[in-house]
């Protein structure tokens, strides 16, 4: 069974420091893995990746994606207030089925 | 850009009862869910509809049934509410589900089942 593992589970920082988010996954057939973004509402996009080694960037978000280790890195760096809220990661394999939804980590920045 | 409609917005149920969460989508996408959210356990899919005129069963089915109606909209029906139903409910869209495109979500439904 597919299966998606964030870490941490939620994370308190202080504004300006940069956080590392984990996403750990075993899948038969990988195809993407994708983060969301989720502050009071619906989830939105941030980034898919599809290749190992290659960075995708914006702003002071980037995310890795390393298919050897089967792990990917969500960075955010000088976290700002508005960087609250809960990170989810989903991969998707290359059969004709849904995404797959880790339980997400919660980041509070606080003043 | 309307993108994805959810209603109702909010709802209370008294256990035993019914109701129908309506989606709609705009963006002519060909693949519709509907997942539920839940403290600490992510988004978890309900039901699918790869294509119009196809349903699937997704991780936490019991208990709902669905119908996608046309290409635009995809509802979720609880037939008999229990208290374990209060969630957070979500419809997405994406445009197929055999290529990379991402989903689209709508802004949820608070459901709370008393």
């Known amino acids: 069974e597919d299966k998606v593992v964030q870490s941490p589970l939620s994370l308190v920082v202080h504004e300006g420091d940069t956080v590392t988010l984990n996403c750990s996954y075993e899948?038969?057939?990988?195809?993407?893995l994708l983060w969301y973004k989720q502050e009071k509402k619906a989830p939105t996009f941030l980034f898919m990746l599809?290749?190992?080694?290659i960075e995708k960037k914006s702003g002071r978000l980037s995310s890795i994606l390393d298919k050897k280790e089967l792990f990917s890195i969500l960075n955010i760096t000088a976290t700002q207030t508005g960087d609250s809220a809960i990170y989810l990661c989903a991969h998707r394999n290359s059969g004709n089925t849904p995404l797959v939804f880790g339980k997400g980590t919660r980041l509070s920045v606080i003043a | 850009n309307a993108g994805v409609t959810q209603t109702p917005k909010f709802q209370v149920l008294k256990t035993g009862q019914s109701m129908t969460l309506q989606c709609a989508q705009d963006m002519n996408h060909n693949s519709m869910y509907w997942y539920r959210q839940d403290p600490g356990m992510g988004l978890r899919l309900i039901y699918y509809s790869a294509s119009e005129g196809t349903t699937d069963k997704g991780e936490v089915p019991n208990g709902y049934n669905v119908s996608r109606l046309n290409k635009r909209e995809f509802s979720l029906r609880l037939e008999s509410a229990a208290p374990s139903q209060t969630s957070v409910y979500f419809c997405?869209?994406?445009?197929?589900?055999?290529?990379?495109?991402?989903?689209?979500f709508g802004s949820g439904t608070q459901l709370s089942v008393l």
């Open positions: 899948v038969t057939n990988f195809r993407s």
């Open positions: 599809t290749s190992s080694g």
């Open positions: 997405a869209s994406s445009e197929a589900m055999n290529s990379h495109e991402k989903l689209f």
